[in-house]
């Protein structure tokens, strides 16, 4: 009983360190000093701050599970062929959490994750600031619930979840035009998708 009380105080402490990270807005003062706060000023322009530069929309989402989603927004990092990744996004949906998927699946998405989250492992999660890696239902149910999310699905019955997309958006690649009088050569395979049916290099499971 006891260890279950302490466990779940920790997941509490360790999302709310860092109090100005959980704030919504950044609002810098006629005297420069900044502060942080969760609702908008009415009477200065304030910056919107958002964790790892994206977060699922808010729309429809009733109050109390919007103000959740503000301060404690769900990321989650997903590869190919991956069943714990697939695992992670069912509980995650069947609780009815709004969150942002990124795709790990060529080599400029594992350039750019080990990066940013500075691991090699999927699937990955952040709730808020935390950062959980593999996935474990307990683990990840534990943070939920500190976080305020609702042990049951209160999102609205046409809520629709973003698409996945890849952490590195593939670069966009003007055609180059043949030189006249020759006959144009086909590009190369793009080598930086890893083959059918495997993980990206440098990837762990």
Not at 177 to 192: I, K, Q, V
Request: net charge positive.
């Amino acid at each position: 009983m006891h260890r279950a009380v302490l466990s779940s105080l920790l997941a509490v402490l360790a999302l709310l360190s860092g109090s100005s990270a959980w704030a919504l807005y950044k609002v810098v003062g006629p005297d420069g000093r900044i502060t942080y706060t969760d609702r908008p000023p009415s009477d200065r322009p304030a910056q919107a701050i958002r964790a790892n530069g994206a977060t699922a929309s808010t729309e429809g989402l009733p109050y109390e599970l919007q103000r959740v989603v503000g301060r404690y927004p769900v990321s989650l990092f997903t590869g190919p062929k991956c069943p714990s990744c697939d695992a992670g996004r069912q509980l995650l949906k069947e609780r009815g959490v709004p969150f942002v998927e990124k795709t790990i699946s060529t080599a400029d998405d594992v350039k750019a994750y080990t990066k940013q989250e500075a691991t090699d492992q999927l699937p990955s999660v952040r709730i808020g600031q935390k950062q959980l890696l593999g996935y474990s239902q307990g683990d990840w149910t534990s943070y939920l619930d500190a976080a305020g999310y609702p042990a049951k699905s209160a999102l609205p019955l046409n809520y629709r979840w973003p698409e996945p997309a890849p952490l590195a958006p593939p670069a966009e690649s003007k055609p180059s035009a043949p030189a006249p009088g020759r006959n144009a050569t086909p590009a190369p395979a793009d080598s930086s998708a890893p083959p059918a049916g495997s993980s990206p290099a440098g990837i762990r499971f």
